[in-house]
């Protein structure tokens, strides 16, 4: 239901603030009027609603700066598995692939290409531009607030199809214009996906000539590096190449490491991002708190095989020569110039957790290994068989990383959190999870972060990361964006093995001066709007 907030008081009373800057808490009334704050303070007088936040700590919503609800919120605008959470506002458009800028032409292959990161709700597919989409998610109204990132996979095809080779100068030009006409209708900038197509076709020419323009618009590039494994040493360096070349404000997405032999290169990639914040750049990253990652199933094939679309791809994997150089490719144990999901864990270590067509929902929950075994084939042969037989419509769950690394990276004061969260079938546990973890295991059950510091990086940190201004504190005039959790019993409960149950200890969430969640539960009111960049 969506509700209008204009004139509405909120009166949260009785709670320890915590507000957004990494300052002690404090006690402290909140009160709001409209969608914004107009009053804190110490045994404020009564006024308006009252919330009853005694026992609870009350700071600004989290922010999910990289979030993959995109099509989901049209069709289940209340998103409790990330209202529940705390989250108040997410970040859609991620990884250089989304719904939009699209062609008339393109609609249908695109709904095809995104269904194994999006799934496939049934809605009409009538956006088209960045701003028809931004208008059709205040049309329809959601329990959180909502922003985008142009993306530039989406740009680059839109312009010259999924084609495995540079832009000419005047396609160039036209994806600039693409990405500048996204900014002017709100999006916060540009991302890109470095490993899935058409975005690993663009050389760093390509990127650094899109990123001027984020610049001058003053946005933000969002960045899944070309590599995160065997070359993420190089992969940081091109991206930092980037920022320095166009003066972009470079933020890296889902910030890690994966593969065992890769784990000790930590401290040489923090070094890398903390010299270049030293000299001027402006770099920020996120991170999911997990040691699993979650993506297209179709990621574990070369890069290569992807070029000119998923019909190409598709006519590969059904030639015998073809399927062979892949083999080939996925089976080498590396180092490899492509993140290899086969190389970093085999069959053992992916997990099927969506297929979106519903076709084969018993694969669902297993790794490539136990299904294979049941069919009676070896895991990369059934691999290749699935994303054939399901036009590439199929999302994974890949073990590749170390509990180390993550509080390791946790611990810098640039780095947000993120869900990341793939939706459909049986999801990561980080969809349901991710910001109530963060509070409860690494906060309050080891200690790796103080608790207002977690709060300002979750909200503060967050908005200075992708130029939201007014938001991630709790001060008169700032948005009336907030949560009410109880410290001593908010924890995740999702698994891998349940990955769909909601956390603990999150009571209250108020977005845009409306509670979207009450002592747990969603009350069906969808205040949120579009947070849309003043390009």
């Not at 699993?292 to 679309?309: C, R, V, Y």
Request: aromatic fraction near 6%; glycine fraction near 10%.
């Amino acid at each position: 239901m969506k509700i209008e907030t204009r004139g509405r008081r909120l009166h949260l009373r009785g709670g320890l603030l915590l507000d957004g800057t990494g300052a002690a808490a404090r006690r402290a009334d909140v009160i709001t009027e409209g969608d914004r704050i107009v009053a804190v303070g110490p045994d404020l007088t009564i006024s308006g609603e009252v919330v009853d936040c005694g026992g609870l700590t009350v700071c600004p919503g989290f922010i999910d700066t990289h979030s993959h609800s995109d099509l989901l919120v049209l069709v289940e605008p209340d998103l409790p598995m990330k209202s529940r959470q705390g989250v108040t506002l997410e970040v859609y458009g991620q990884d250089g692939i989304s719904v939009v800028p699209v062609r008339d032409a393109d609609v249908e292959p695109t709904r095809r290409k995104l269904a194994g990161l999006l799934g496939d709700p049934f809605l009409p597919r009538d956006f088209r531009s960045v701003g028809d989409y931004l208008d059709l998610l205040d049309a329809t109204g959601a329990a959180v607030n909502t922003a985008y990132l142009v993306p530039h996979g989406a740009a680059r095809t839109f312009v010259m199809g999924d084609e495995d080779r540079p832009p000419t100068e005047e396609e160039l030009a036209r994806m600039v214009a693409l990405v500048g006409q996204g900014m002017a209708e709100g999006a916060l900038g540009m991302s890109t996906g470095l490993i899935y197509p058409p975005c690993c076709y663009a050389a760093t020419d390509e990127l650094t000539a899109l990123c001027r323009e984020v610049a001058r618009r003053d946005g933000v590039f969002v960045v899944h590096i070309r590599s995160e494994s065997d070359r993420i040493l190089e992969a940081v360096d091109e991206m930092l190449a980037v920022a320095r070349g166009s003066g972009v404000h470079l933020h890296l997405s889902h910030f890690k490491i994966a593969g065992r032999r890769n784990w000790p290169l930590v401290e040489e990639m923090i070094a890398k991002v903390e010299t270049a914040r030293a000299s001027g750049l402006r770099v920020t990253a996120d991170q999911y708190p997990y040691v699993a990652g979650s993506t297209m199933f179709g990621a574990i094939l070369p890069p290569w095989a992807h070029s000119g679309g998923v019909e190409a791809t598709l006519a590969r994997l059904a030639s015998p020569e073809e399927r062979a150089r892949m083999r080939a490719a996925m089976q080498h144990e590396g180092p490899n110039d492509w993140d290899s999901f086969w190389a970093w864990t085999g069959p053992d270590g992916i997990v099927i957790s969506d297929v979106p067509s519903g076709k084969r929902p018993g694969l669902i929950g297993k790794t490539v290994a136990q299904a294979a075994a049941a069919a009676q084939q070896d895991p990369l042969g059934f691999a290749l068989d699935l994303l054939l037989a399901e036009r590439m419509g199929v999302s994974m769950i890949s073990f590749s990383q170390t509990e180390e690394v993550v509080a390791r990276l946790m611990r810098l004061p640039w780095v947000n959190g993120c869900t990341d969260g793939l939706l459909g079938g049986r999801p990561h546990p980080r969809a349901f999870g991710t910001f109530p973890r963060l509070l409860g295991r690494y906060v309050r059950d080891l200690g790796v972060v103080p608790l207002e510091e977690m709060v300002r990086k979750l909200t503060s940190q967050a908005a200075s990361a992708m130029h939201l201004p007014g938001r991630g504190t709790v001060a008169p005039g700032m948005a009336a964006d907030l949560v009410a959790f109880d410290p001593a019993k908010v924890i995740d409960t999702a698994t891998f093995e349940e990955p769909i149950r909601y956390p603990a200890g999150i009571e209250h969430v108020i977005t845009a001066g409306a509670v979207v969640v009450r002592g747990g539960l969603p009350t069906h009111v969808h205040p949120g709007r579009t947070v849309r960049h003043a390009s």
